[in-house]
């Protein structure tokens, strides 16, 4: 449904004082937006700027309507302007802009022009353009659920809503009737692909008009008095009626996408001065003249201070300090938890074994009593009787009900990013999501997958996405294809999440628990072959913990060692049990549990007793995780042992 805007604004019903305020900061956030390509020139830094001219009026009222202590805003690159009507300074907008280890979006870690200040709710989002709608959509749902009265602003240009996880978050949000108002700033380009090419409707926000239990308002985003106007009643319905709503602002981009775009390649010298005749600055300024509303004299005031203080700002950034190199290392994943009754993920118990899939479903159980700020969602998990494809979320529903345990859409990245979005609201949510009902499936959430693995490093250990993605993972059931590969040789590639493996009933419960109740996000690979199979059943502690990073030994030996994990620790356990009734060999068995990060300790002191090494895991021929077992083995044995004869 279009929305008529209800006017509260206008050029005389607004009082000077923030009449004063508003064009102070919109020159402000001129200026600041003129300097930054300077910085580039001079090799100070801000490598990349998109700037904000054209967008200056839309990004002041996004800024002005936001309010730090309840609301959230998810700002995207072009934002600069509103940062600053936000309320960040021209030293923090520095300070990002050449990636200062006083930078308060990320202490220089992130690239130029994202601008963030996560203690008063301005969020750091990433370069994929448009992905924060998603996150945003998750943490409306947190401010729903726990009752707050916040909004949450999500901004992005219109060509970004072309990607389908701007649909998926679209679609999410009103299907569950949330309080988040999604910006639309129209330029007329992506980069350098017109509007035309990106959608055929004229306005974007009208590929939305089907949906239900959404509002959408028609701004012109090059109008302070307009982009206000529509910006309160976006705020209103959505605080008020709890629904999402799209504000589509038309704006123009008056200089090139970026520092590295040239305009005037695809652009004509109509359209550059058109562009230019409607500079909404330009704009205002003529009507606070031409409507008495501040005088000459008043303007240059404000324009003479502006300049003085992005001139003092610009002196106290460049004497701030550069981030240290040694702090590379910082803020890579948040804390695991510590184990202090099973240090090393072992235990005595002589109780009744259980299957896999058992432990699982009762350690989930568990946690969620444990700690009420614990939600699972994803693809068929909540079903009446029934619990995901293979029932291991069986019962979770009715003894914690619909509003912690629920069915997502069929959308992989739907389903992780709105994971992502949910725990920003508290740190002490932990959200379980099952990313795909197969592992094969779960390429689809690829992109916030890898968004969430540096979104703690990114933000200078501000956020720490603390989320646990279940994976039924690898072979032996004859599903074909997307039914029985094995993704983990990729997922370990990416620092800032951990990827755990287990192969029997008591490791799969230990793992899960340690993971839930870590900071950060972990990946938990289940073995679907073994879910119900008896030789994985074993007995189970209640309350068992197992460490990340700590192998266990499941059988000794002296001739060889096999380090292996999942479904072929079994099948290695055979092997070995048959190879020594041959009496060819006594074959040590190491399965890992944990393969990021791994432990290499328990491997290297297998093989002073060995000399053998044999690395053994379901995947592909070439590029699976055993090969970076093989490698680093490879690479630090010689360096373990005085003559280089720790492997034959």
Same mark, same amino acid.
């Given at each position: 449904?279009?929305?008529?805007i209800?006017?509260?604004?206008?050029?005389?019903?607004?009082?000077?004082?923030?009449?004063?305020?508003?064009?102070?900061l919109?020159?402000?956030?001129?200026?600041?937006?003129?300097?930054?390509?300077?910085?580039?020139k001079?090799?100070?830094?801000?490598?990349?700027?998109?700037?904000a001219?054209?967008?200056?009026?839309?990004?002041l009222?996004?800024?002005?309507?936001?309010?730090?202590?309840r609301?959230?805003?998810?700002?995207?690159?072009?934002?600069?302007?509103?940062?600053?009507?936000?309320? $960040?300074?021209?030293?923090e907008?520095?300070?990002?802009?050449?990636s200062?280890?006083?930078?308060?979006?990320?202490?220089?870690?992130?690239?130029?022009?994202?601008?963030?200040?996560?203690?008063?709710?301005?969020?750091?989002?990433?370069?994929? =353009?448009?992905?924060?709608?998603?996150?945003a959509?998750g943490?409306?749902?947190?401010?729903?659920?726990y009752?707050?009265?916040?909004?949450?602003?999500s901004?992005?240009g219109?060509?970004?809503?072309?990607?389908?996880?701007?649909?998926?978050?679209?679609?999410g949000?009103s299907?569950?009737k949330?309080?988040v108002?999604?910006?639309?700033?129209?330029?007329?380009?992506?980069?350098?692909?017109?509007?035309?090419?990106?959608?055929?409707n004229?306005?974007?926000a009208?590929?939305?008009?089907?949906?239900?239990?959404?509002?959408?308002?028609? %701004?012109?985003?090059?109008?302070?008095f307009?982009?206000?106007?529509?910006?309160d009643e976006?705020?209103?319905i959505?605080r008020?009626k709890?629904?999402?709503?799209?504000?589509?602002?038309? %704006?123009?981009r008056?200089?090139?996408?970026?520092?590295?775009?040239?305009?005037?390649?695809?652009?004509d010298?109509?359209?550059?001065?058109?562009?230019?005749?409607?500079?909404?600055?330009?704009?205002?300024?003529? $009507?606070?003249?031409?409507?008495?509303r501040?005088?000459?004299?008043?303007?240059?005031?404000?324009?003479?201070?502006?300049?003085?203080?992005?001139?003092?700002?610009?002196?106290?950034?460049?004497?701030?300090?550069?981030?240290?190199?040694?702090?590379?290392y910082?803020f890579?994943?948040?804390?695991?938890?510590?184990?202090?009754?099973?240090p090393?993920?072992?235990?005595?118990?002589?109780?009744?074994?259980?299957?896999?899939?058992?432990?699982?479903?009762? =350690?989930?159980?568990?946690?969620?009593?444990?700690?009420?700020? =614990?939600?699972l969602?994803?693809?068929?998990?909540?079903?009446?009787?029934?619990?995901?494809?293979?029932?291991?979320?069986?019962?979770?529903?009715?003894?914690?009900?619909?509003?912690?345990?629920?069915?997502?859409?069929?959308?992989?990245?739907?389903i992780?990013?709105?994971?992502n979005?949910?725990?920003?609201?508290?740190?002490?949510?932990?959200?379980?999501?099952?990313?795909?009902?197969?592992?094969?499936?779960?390429?689809?959430?690829?992109?916030?997958?890898?968004?969430?693995?540096?979104?703690?490093?990114?933000s200078?250990?501000?956020f720490?996405?603390?989320?646990?993605?279940?994976?039924?993972?690898?072979?032996?059931i004859?599903?074909? $294809?997307?039914?029985?590969?094995?993704?983990?040789?990729?997922?370990?590639?990416?620092?800032?999440?951990?990827?755990?493996?287990?192969?029997?009933?008591?490791?799969?419960?230990?793992?899960?628990?340690?993971?839930i109740?870590?900071?950060?996000? *972990?990946?938990?690979?289940?073995?679907?072959a073994?879910?119900?199979?008896?030789?994985?059943? *074993?007995?189970?502690?209640?309350?068992?913990?197992?460490?990340?990073g700590?192998?266990?030994?499941?059988?000794?030996?002296s001739d060889?060692?096999?380090? =292996?994990?999942?479904?072929?620790t079994?099948?290695?356990?055979?092997?070995?049990?048959?190879?020594?009734?041959?009496?060819?060999?006594d074959?040590?068995?190491?399965?890992?549990?944990?393969?990021?990060?791994?432990?290499?300790?328990?491997?290297?002191?297998?093989?002073?007793?060995t000399?053998?090494?044999?690395?053994?895991?379901?995947?592909k021929v070439?590029?699976?995780?055993?090969?970076e077992?093989?490698? *680093?083995?490879?690479?630090?044995?010689?360096?373990?042992?005085?003559?280089?004869?720790?492997?034959?």
């Open positions: 449904m279009v929305k008529s209800e006017k509260k604004y206008g050029i005389q019903q607004t009082d000077k004082a923030t009449l004063e305020k508003w064009y102070y919109m020159v402000l956030g001129r200026a600041l937006d003129d300097r930054a390509p300077n910085y580039l001079q090799a100070i830094g801000w490598s990349y700027h998109a700037p001219a054209g967008h200056d009026a839309i990004q009222a996004i800024g002005q309507v936001f309010e730090r202590t609301d959230y805003l998810f700002p995207y690159y072009r934002d600069l302007v509103t940062s600053v009507s936000a309320g $960040l300074t021209a030293e907008i520095i300070f990002n802009g050449i200062k280890a006083t930078d308060v979006a990320g202490g220089g870690r992130h690239m130029s022009n994202h601008f963030a200040k996560p203690e008063w709710n301005i969020q750091n989002v990433s370069s994929c =353009t448009g992905n924060h709608t998603l996150h959509v943490l409306a749902r947190a401010v729903k659920t009752q707050s009265d916040g909004v949450v602003i901004s992005q219109e060509s970004s809503v072309s990607e389908g996880y701007v649909y998926e978050a679209i679609n949000a299907r569950e949330l309080p108002i999604f910006v639309f700033q129209d330029n007329g380009y992506g980069i350098s692909v017109p509007k035309k090419d990106q959608t055929a004229r306005k974007v009208d590929n939305f008009r089907g949906l239900k239990n959404l509002e959408i308002i028609h %701004c012109n985003g090059k109008d302070v307009d982009s206000m106007n529509a910006m976006a705020v209103r959505a008020h709890q629904i999402p709503v799209i504000v589509q602002a038309n %704006c123009v008056i200089h090139s996408h970026s520092n590295s775009d040239r305009h005037d390649l695809y652009r010298d109509y359209e550059l001065n058109y562009v230019l005749e409607y500079d909404p600055l330009a704009k205002f300024r003529r $009507l606070l003249l031409r409507y008495d501040l005088s000459e004299a008043e303007l240059v005031a404000i324009e003479e201070r502006v300049k003085a203080e992005v001139k003092a700002a610009h002196k106290v950034a460049l004497a701030a300090p550069d981030p240290s190199p040694d702090s590379i910082d890579v994943i948040g804390e695991a938890y510590s184990s202090e009754k099973y090393d993920g072992l235990h005595q118990s002589n109780a009744e074994p259980i299957k896999l899939i058992t432990a699982i479903n009762e =350690t989930l159980k568990a946690e969620f009593r444990h700690n009420p700020d =614990t939600y969602w994803g693809q068929d998990v909540a079903n009446k009787d029934k619990g995901g494809i293979f029932n291991v979320t069986k019962g979770m529903q009715q003894e914690f009900g619909s509003q912690r345990v629920f069915n997502a859409p069929i959308a992989e990245d739907f992780m990013g709105t994971a979005g949910m725990v920003r609201f508290d740190k002490k949510i932990r959200v379980v999501v099952e990313g795909a009902e197969f592992a094969d499936y779960f390429w689809p959430a690829m992109e916030q997958f890898v968004e969430t693995t540096h979104d703690y490093w990114r200078n250990g501000q720490s996405p603390n989320i646990v993605v279940r994976l039924a993972s690898g072979g032996y004859g599903g074909g $294809l997307y039914h029985s590969q094995n993704i983990e040789g990729a997922l370990t590639t990416f620092p800032g999440t951990r990827i755990v493996y287990p192969s029997f009933a008591d490791d799969a419960a230990g793992l899960l628990r340690t993971a109740r870590s900071e950060g996000m *972990t990946v938990f690979m289940e073995p679907k073994l879910y119900q199979s008896p030789i994985a059943a *074993t007995s189970v502690p209640d309350d068992f913990e197992v460490p990340f700590k192998a266990r030994i499941r059988r000794a030996g060889l060692t096999v380090v =292996t994990y999942g479904n072929t079994h099948l290695c356990l055979d092997a070995a049990a048959k190879i020594a009734a041959d009496g060819l060999g074959v040590e068995v190491i399965d890992l549990r944990s393969l990021l990060p791994w432990d290499k300790e328990t491997v290297f002191a297998s093989l002073k007793k000399a053998r090494l044999l690395v053994v895991h379901e995947d070439f590029g699976g995780f055993g090969g077992i093989a490698a *680093t083995v490879t690479e630090e044995a010689p360096k373990r042992h005085s003559n280089g004869s720790m492997l034959r």
